[in-house]
């Protein structure tokens, strides 16, 4: 059995986080710097690796698609809001944009003069963010593959980036200058730069668009962004570079990859670690998709490792536990125990009757009920009589006959009558009759279908007597006549024993 290990707490979080199945793994042709899921349904995901998109089903271990339109290494493909349209980098510097439904790119944006790492669409879908090794943060027009505006206030390479759902003016970049700056595509220069401390190498935006999380080095940054960019926690939990984030469907956790093989997942209430996943080698991309129902990850060795969430119905399946074969109850039976064993017999469980359990909670009444229900009445009339006859020894027959309806009356006369002749239970019954009679004389007329029973019962008393009386007179017959029979008998063996003697006695005489 799997022992929790010590100092090891066994949360909600830890059930739920634990609820996935053995991970799916694929390899790929290079390292995978960028999965995306489609928000829309079937909720496909696009993994970026070496000079390729490969766009793969929730439960297909083959691509069901691939965009290999790249001279060199392809970056970031990311999906629009509507799933419809797929944006990717390049190493040469140019962007591509894809449809769906197509292979051949719609769209070339040529701008940048070295590798565009980042790029992602503005929340009106009309407009693409970028960022590159240039130094420089580009806004793209997708109706005219035009260049909108380019920023060049970084100082490093440009390797991260977001859009806020809230605003579609608003988009952030990380950098290897160790900044991250806030951008409104209405302003001509950046409006908000955080100081991070190491080379960024992730953000993301909270839906609120109220806070942002920045990735770089070991460490997790979380920062006010209507505070002017204030602090808010710095998490240190990796023991190596930070390589990506992402948060589950309802914003609560949030997740961080890292080059020390591990994925942490934090509350966003507290900021504490609450789960951990650990795996083969080092991370570079991670996502999880909108129902928070797969988790996929991306190695540096070019393995994708897919974790799938265990349906509900097997859980509720897997409570009810897998009973014993057939043989292991009937293991043994043939079993003879030799001369030396010590045989110890297995106590057999008493399973109570209805009315042994009303017994032996004093309820005579209801005790009295139960064994008056037609398959014990008819089918083992002597279980009545013996209940009739225990409470009659407890002293409480007359309070269990008391305080009956027509019916129930009527009930108890019927089966009087009808047994009351049987000379196992006369002794009893003729006690329950003597009873009955007294307790509901007062009421007697009352009820026409009580008083026909009450003359049943008379009747039936009647012709037992009569009965009773024949019987007497030929057992009187029958005794008389045994009597003359036995006078006989005796006499002949008399005989028979006088004649032997004087046999005997002779015999004697003789020798």
Same mark, same amino acid.
């Given at each position: 059995?799997?022992?929790?290990?010590?100092?090891?707490?066994?949360?909600?979080?830890?059930?739920?986080?634990?609820?996935?199945?053995?991970?799916?793994?694929?390899?790929?042709?290079?390292?995978?710097?960028?999965?995306?899921?489609?928000?829309?349904?079937?909720?496909?995901?696009?993994?970026?690796?070496?000079?390729?998109?490969?766009?793969?089903?929730?439960?297909?271990?083959?691509?069901?698609?691939?965009?290999?339109?790249?001279?060199?290494?392809?970056?970031?493909?990311?999906?629009?809001?509507?799933?419809?349209?797929?944006?990717?980098?390049?190493?040469?510097?140019?962007?591509?944009?894809?449809?769906?439904?197509?292979?051949?790119?719609?769209?070339?944006?040529?701008?940048?003069?070295?590798?565009?790492?980042?790029?992602?669409?503005?929340?009106?879908?009309?407009?693409?963010?970028?960022?590159?090794?240039?130094?420089?943060?580009?806004?793209?027009?997708?109706?005219?593959?035009?260049?909108?505006?380019?920023?060049?206030?970084?100082?490093?390479?440009?390797?991260?980036?977001?859009?806020?759902?809230?605003?579609?003016?608003?988009?952030?970049?990380?950098?290897?200058?160790?900044?991250?700056?806030?951008?409104?595509?209405?302003?001509?220069?950046?409006?908000?730069?955080?100081?991070?401390?190491?080379?960024?190498?992730?953000?993301?935006?909270?839906?609120?668009?109220?806070?942002?999380?920045?990735?770089?080095?070991?460490?997790?940054?979380?920062?006010?962004?209507?505070?002017?960019?204030?602090?808010?926690?710095?998490?240190?939990?990796?023991?190596?570079?930070?390589?990506?984030?992402?948060?589950?469907?309802?914003?609560?956790?949030?997740?961080?990859?890292?080059?020390?093989?591990?994925?942490?997942?934090?509350?966003?209430?507290?900021?504490?670690?609450?789960?951990?996943?650990?795996?083969?080698?080092?991370?570079?991309?991670?996502?999880?998709?909108?129902?928070?129902?797969?988790?996929?990850?991306?190695?540096?060795?070019?393995?994708?490792?897919?974790?799938?969430?265990?349906?509900?119905?097997?859980?509720?399946?897997?409570?009810?536990?897998?009973?014993?074969?057939?043989?292991?109850?009937?293991?043994?039976?043939?079993?003879?125990?030799?001369?030396?064993?010590?045989?110890?017999?297995?106590?057999?469980?008493?399973?109570?009757?209805?009315?042994?359990?009303?017994?032996?909670?004093?309820?005579?009444?209801? %005790? +009295?009920?139960?064994?008056? =229900?037609? #398959? $014990?009445? *008819?089918?083992?009339?002597? /279980? !009545?009589?013996? &209940?009739?006859?225990?409470?009659?020894?407890?002293?409480?027959?007359?309070? %269990? +006959?008391?305080?009956?309806? =027509?019916? #129930? $009356?009527? *009930?108890?006369?019927?089966? /009087? !009558?009808?047994? &009351?002749?049987?000379?196992?239970?006369?002794?009893?019954?003729?006690?329950? %009759?003597?009873?009955?009679?007294?307790?509901? #004389?007062?009421?007697?007329?009352?009820?026409?279908?009580?008083?026909?029973?009450?003359?049943?019962?008379?009747?039936?008393?009647?012709?037992?007597?009569?009965?009773?009386?024949?019987?007497?007179?030929?057992?009187?017959?029958?005794?008389?006549?045994?009597?003359?029979?036995?006078?006989?008998?005796?006499?002949?063996?008399?005989?028979?024993?006088?004649?032997?003697?004087?046999?005997?006695?002779?015999?004697?005489?003789?020798?």
């Amino acid at each position: 059995p799997a022992h929790p290990r010590l100092g090891e707490k066994v949360t909600q979080d830890t059930l739920y986080w634990r609820g996935y199945k053995t991970p799916v793994q694929i390899k790929e042709f290079g390292a995978i710097n960028k999965i995306d899921f489609s928000p829309v349904s079937p909720y496909n995901y696009a993994v970026t690796a070496s000079s390729r998109i490969h766009i793969y089903g929730r439960y297909s271990q083959e691509p069901i698609k691939t965009f290999s339109r790249f001279k060199d290494a392809a970056y970031c493909a990311t999906y629009r809001d509507d799933g419809k349209l797929l944006v990717a980098g390049s190493e040469e510097g140019s962007i591509r944009l894809f449809d769906i439904s197509g292979r051949a790119p719609l769209r070339q944006f040529d701008g940048h003069t070295k590798a565009v790492h980042i790029v992602g669409f503005l929340s009106d879908k009309y407009r693409i963010f970028s960022g590159g090794d240039d130094y420089s943060s580009n806004l793209w027009d997708i109706p005219s593959a035009a260049e909108i505006v380019s920023y060049n206030e970084h100082l490093d390479y440009v390797r991260c980036g977001c859009a806020s759902k809230l605003n579609a003016d608003v988009f952030v970049t990380g950098s290897y200058d160790h900044t991250v700056k806030v951008f409104d595509a209405r302003v001509k220069k950046s409006v908000m730069t955080i100081e991070h401390g190491q080379p960024v190498e992730s953000v993301l935006l909270f839906p609120s668009g109220g806070l942002l999380v920045s990735a770089g080095g070991r460490y997790v940054k979380v920062w006010d962004v209507l505070k002017g960019g204030q602090l808010l926690v710095s998490l240190k939990n990796h023991h190596k570079t930070v390589t990506c984030l992402c948060l589950n469907s309802s914003g609560q956790r949030l997740l961080s990859g890292s080059l020390d093989r591990h994925v942490k997942i934090y509350s966003t209430t507290s900021y504490k670690v609450v789960h951990s996943f650990n795996y083969a080698t080092s991370i570079l991309s991670l996502a999880l998709s909108p129902e928070d129902e797969t988790i996929v990850v991306g190695m540096t060795n070019g393995v994708l490792n897919v974790k799938h969430r265990k349906p509900e119905e097997s859980k509720a399946k897997s409570q009810n536990k897998r009973r014993p074969a057939y043989r292991t109850y009937v293991k043994g039976r043939n079993y003879m125990p030799k001369q030396e064993d010590f045989y110890v017999s297995k106590p057999g469980k008493c399973v109570l009757r209805k009315y042994d359990k009303l017994l032996k909670s004093f309820q005579s009444s209801k %005790a +009295l009920d139960a064994v008056l =229900e037609p #398959q $014990i009445r *008819l089918c083992t009339p002597e /279980v !009545t009589v013996a &209940v009739m006859q225990e409470l009659n020894r407890r002293g409480t027959l007359r309070s %269990a +006959l008391a305080g009956r309806d =027509e019916k #129930q $009356i009527s *009930l108890l006369l019927t089966f /009087v !009558t009808r047994r &009351v002749i049987e000379p196992r239970f006369t002794p009893i019954l003729v006690t329950v %009759a003597d009873m009955i009679a007294d307790i509901y #004389q007062p009421v007697v007329g009352q009820s026409a279908l009580v008083d026909k029973q009450f003359l049943r019962l008379q009747e039936a008393i009647g012709k037992e007597i009569d009965y009773q009386e024949e019987l007497l007179e030929v057992l009187g017959m029958m005794d008389a006549l045994f009597a003359t029979l036995t006078k006989k008998k005796a006499s002949s063996l008399e005989e028979n024993k006088s004649n032997g003697l004087t046999k005997t006695l002779e015999q004697d005489t003789s020798h």
